[in-house]
């Protein structure tokens, strides 16, 4: 009986553990994402209207473009994020979660 109770515990606490796994679209993620055909940045599940400078300098700007602190500039395909700091995460098939510096 012991076991059995042992093994429920040790369930929950595992169901509980992936639970707390990083996800790559948190609530302060800005990412490219289609809808309706059209590109457009999400955050907190709805799309941004107007230009966003974040904590950092870097700019994500409504139509996918992000311009970084240094002036240089990339455009978000879909599945691409950036993070409150900055820093791209691409949407790759093998991780989901690759962090480049920029």
Known sequence: MKTIFFI??????SLN???????????????????DGILTIVHDGSTINSDVTLSNGTTVKVDGSVIMKDGSKITLSE???????????????KDKTIKEPY
């Open 8 to 13: 429920i515990a040790a369930g929950i606490l």
């Open 17 to 35: 553990a992936i639970d707390d796994l990083p996800n790559k679209f948190e609530q302060n993620n800005y990412c490219a994402e289609m809808r």
């Open 79 to 93: 599945g691409d994020c950036v993070d409150t700091d900055g820093i791209l995460m691409k949407d790759t098939p």
